[in-house]
Nanobody
Framework: QVQLVESGGGLVQAGGSLRLSCAAS????????KGWFRQAPGKEREFVAA????????YYSDSVKGRFTISRDNAKNTVYLQMNNMKPEDTAVYYC???????????WGQGTQVNVSS
C-alpha cells in the first residue's frame, strides 16, 4: 500500500515557477513508478509527467515538455515536479500517482491546487 500527499501548490503569475512535492508512505516507495496528472475545471484529468522507479526514464506530455521537470529522491520518499515558465492554461488541481509500472497508476494523492494568473 502506498499513500501519497502533495504539497507546494499556490498562485503564481504567468512566466513564474512552482515546485510541487509528493511525499509517499510505504516501505516499497522506491519500487514504484511515479506520475503527475492534472485536472482543470470542466476537463478530464490528463497526464503531465512520469518517472520510473530508478529515475532512469522520464516522460512528459507535449504541453509541458521543456518547461516542467520531474525528479525523485527515494531516500526521502518524495517525488517533485518543477514547473517553470508557467502559463494560465497550467491552472489545475495536480495529482501525484504511483504505479508498479507506468502507466498503470493504482494509487493517488488528494491533489494540490495550482493557479496561474495572466
Amino acid at each position: 500500500q502506498v499513500q501519497l500527499v502533495e504539497s507546494g501548490g499556490g498562485l503564481v503569475q504567468a512566466g513564474g515557477s512552482l515546485r510541487l512535492s509528493c511525499a509517499a508512505s510505504g516501505r516499497t516507495f522506491s519500487s514504484y513508478d511515479k506520475g503527475w496528472f492534472r485536472q482543470a475545471p470542466g476537463k478530464e484529468r490528463e497526464f503531465v509527467a512520469a518517472i520510473t522507479w530508478s529515475g532512469g526514464s522520464t516522460y512528459y506530455s507535449d504541453s509541458v515538455k521543456g518547461r516542467f521537470t520531474i525528479s525523485r529522491d527515494n531516500a526521502k520518499n518524495t517525488v517533485y515536479l518543477q514547473m517553470n515558465n508557467m502559463k494560465p492554461e497550467d491552472t489545475a488541481v495536480y495529482y501525484c500517482a504511483a504505479a508498479l509500472k507506468h502507466p498503470a497508476y493504482a494509487y493517488w494523492g488528494q491533489g494540490t491546487q495550482v493557479n496561474v494568473s495572466s
